[in-house]
């Protein structure tokens, strides 16, 4: 038996109040005002106004710059993929859902869904994803077991992913007192959205037809501007109110890899500066140093990929230091899984030294014996040979059993060709002609 004397360091040992949880976020160096970006980056997109915004790494949680990234402000339209997350996956899509006039009536945006008219949660799901309907986001809610069940669920869910800077209140976005979220958060929810199979079909969806009375149907448009403005666009959401200003997220895929921008009290006509930090994000992937991270929960991110995500943890562990938010995030378990890695090592040791001191001598061939092909031993009889022939032939399908590339998946959209481009047509979104906000005005 070997026994390890691991000694932990008292910053280890000191901790204060319950263990974080393994899903919880890490709080990264993203607090306060400023602009974040790592040393020695490309200058930074002109024209970014939104009080805060943020790009990060999808495929490895690395935050590659941001501003005010944990900053509390309205989140308009943006809380409904937070409001998907919490009902489209109780409910099944074919579910029929009849429209109350409470449902019909609420305030801000609406698609004219008809009351006493039933829809399925499918037809509800995509009025809402894509058009900001909040008589449908509304007819979810109650659909999933009301107002007050829902948002509570929202908010549980929230903490679970490590967004900690979000307080829902009301599931359509409205400006409720107190209902508040953050660049970081949102970037939270983009990534737990595209990574759920309910969800993530709506997205891309650029425009659909809501039954309304008498039989006929009226088109909706998504009001996402980069959906078909920009090359790999996957979603994901827009939202718009008097005191909240522009809000937005939006997630594109090139080349295999995938980035979001997440803007929060911007001017309404968002498009360019999305873009414009989507394309710095892309350019700027392989070299530019994290500046924080998003959270480790693995149900709310794939996994980080491979060297690329290793070399982004070196170097953004080898980048914070002490006095800038940092801190000592070394914790007891850390060294615990230390002290069994090294165990593992030493135990695998002694077994690798104690099978050799327990192998038998080799035999040496007697003096004066030859000590060519017929000095050789014959083989045990049943024996296989040891030349070429007695190497194993490898299992059929070995080659097919190594690590598979994960396919690009690329929009997914509910009854239309992979990839298609939507027809725009007049623009409905928040500082378009004719638009109506999003979430509607916030109380006086």
Request: aromatic content about 4%; glycine content about 12%.
């Amino acid at each position: 038996m070997v026994v390890l004397a691991v000694t932990v360091p008292a910053a280890a040992r000191a901790t204060t109040g319950p263990p974080r949880p393994i899903s919880a976020a890490v709080p990264a160096p993203l607090t306060g005002p400023g602009v974040r970006v790592g040393p020695r980056e490309p200058a930074l997109p002109a024209g970014v106004d939104a009080q805060g915004w943020l790009v990060a790494d999808l495929d490895t949680g690395a935050v590659r710059a941001a501003r005010d990234a944990r900053g509390r402000f309205r989140p308009a339209s943006t809380i409904k993929i937070l409001t998907a997350l919490a009902t489209l996956p109780t409910l099944p899509p074919s579910r029929a859902v009849t429209i109350s006039n409470h449902d019909a009536t609420v305030d801000g945006s609406r698609v004219g869904l008809v009351p006493g008219l039933r829809y399925s949660v499918r037809e509800l799901a995509t009025a809402m994803l894509i058009a900001s309907g909040n008589d449908a986001a509304t007819a979810l809610a109650e659909a999933a077991g009301g107002q007050a069940a829902t948002v509570a669920t929202m908010n549980k869910l929230a903490h679970t992913l490590g967004a900690v800077d979000t307080r829902a209140v009301d599931p359509t976005g409205l400006d409720a007192p107190g209902q508040l979220t953050s660049a970081y958060d949102l970037a939270v929810f983009a990534r737990a959205a595209l990574a759920t199979p309910a969800i993530r079909p709506y997205l891309t969806i650029p425009s659909a037809k809501v039954r309304g009375r008498g039989g006929a149907t009226f088109a909706i448009q998504n009001h996402n501007l980069l959906l078909g403005n920009y090359a790999g666009l996957i979603g994901v959401k827009n939202g718009y109110t008097v005191a909240a200003d522009a809000t937005y997220i939006g997630a594109a895929r090139r080349a295999g890899h995938t980035l979001v921008v997440t803007l929060l009290s911007s001017r309404p006509d968002y498009a360019p500066a999305a873009r414009a930090l989507l394309d710095w994000g892309f350019a700027n992937r392989a070299t530019a140093r994290p500046v924080g991270w998003l959270p480790t929960s693995a149900t709310s991110r794939p996994a980080p990929a491979g060297a690329a995500a290793a070399r982004d943890h070196a170097q953004d562990r080898s980048a914070t230091t002490p006095g800038r938010g940092s801190g000592d995030h070394t914790g007891l378990l850390t060294w615990v899984a230390v002290a069994v890695t090294v165990g593992a090592i030493t135990l695998t040791g002694l077994r690798a030294r104690a099978r050799v001191a327990r192998r038998p001598a080799r035999r040496t061939p007697r003096a004066g014996g030859p000590r060519g092909r017929s000095a050789r031993r014959a083989p045990r009889r049943g024996a296989s040979p040891r030349g070429r022939s007695a190497r194993r032939a490898p299992a059929r399908g070995a080659a097919a059993r190594a690590t598979p590339t994960r396919p690009d998946p690329g929009p997914v959209v509910p009854g239309q060709p992979d990839g298609a481009v939507p027809a725009r047509t007049a623009d409905t979104s928040a500082g378009g002609a004719g638009a109506v906000p999003d979430g509607g005005t916030s109380p006086a």
